[in-house]
């Protein structure tokens, strides 16, 4: 069955950095653009990175831009999200999504609080 595996959250002190990853089986993974959501306490989804299926380019929110780096292994079926200069706001829950035409599939989630 399909499977979106997060690891790699925590907590962490402002500055510090994270790396999440996503561990993908169940289906073509090298098929599907890859992203990263997070949903904060009170607050919407949103999309924080994504990648298209071929890794060409990075898409990125604008609070995250020039901090994050979402990257892919398609060998190894994995996507990965480097976390640098936390800041508390970036304190949510962390979503791996999977996406091909109308198919979607989503983690389990992972927390990531940052704070001193």
């Known amino acids: 069955q399909v499977q979106l595996v997060e690891s790699g959250g925590g907590l962490v002190q402002p500055g510090g950095s994270l790396r999440l990853s996503c561990a993908a089986s169940g289906f073509s993974f090298n098929t599907y653009a890859m992203s990263w959501y997070r949903q904060a306490p009170g607050k919407e989804r949103e999309l924080v990175a994504a990648i298209p299926s071929n890794g060409a380019n990075t898409n990125y929110v604008g609070s995250v831009k020039g901090r994050f780096t979402i990257s892919r292994d398609n060998a190894k079926n994995t996507v990965s999200l480097q976390m640098n200069s936390l800041k508390p706001e970036d304190t949510a829950v962390y979503y791996c999504?999977?996406?091909?035409?109308?198919?979607?599939?989503w983690g389990q989630g992972t927390q990531v609080t940052v704070s001193s």
């Open positions: 999504n999977a996406a091909r035409a109308w198919t979607r599939y």
